[in-house]
Nanobody, 122 residues
């Protein structure tokens, strides 16, 4: 059974940093490209950052502030978030897709975590 478990969310002030973690189990982690998405009430789930064998991708809102990385030995993917803004407030989800798939549309992801809430106060 595949599980993606996010952690590291919380309440922070604008300008602070947070590091989210996503621990994966039940899958061949190296065979999956990993992504972070976020969602606010009433909004579509949106792509934040992704990491493949060849590099990383970021939404415009995340460029220069967020950094995605992975530790294959620990089956874990991270999202380092710096200079947080109130508009970053959302539930953040970890997701995985097989290496042979392309793109970061949420519909193309195979497995999802349950999310971790990030709240950024002004």
């Amino acid at each position: 059974q595949v599980q993606l478990v996010e952690s590291g969310g919380g309440l922070v002030q604008a300008g602070d940093s947070l590091r989210l973690s996503c621990a994966a189990s039940g899958l061949s982690f190296r065979a999956y490209h990993m992504g972070w998405f976020r969602q606010t009430p009433g909004q579509e789930r949106e792509f934040v950052a992704g990491i493949t064998w060849t590099g990383t991708d970021y939404a415009d809102s995340a460029k220069g502030r967020f950094s995605i990385s992975r530790d294959n030995a620990k089956n874990t993917v991270y999202l380092q978030m710096n200079s947080l803004k109130p508009e970053d407030t959302a539930v953040y989800y970890c997701a995985a897709r097989e290496y042979y798939k392309t793109g970061w549309a949420s519909g193309g992801m195979t497995y999802w975590g349950k999310g971790t809430l990030v709240t950024v106060s002004a």
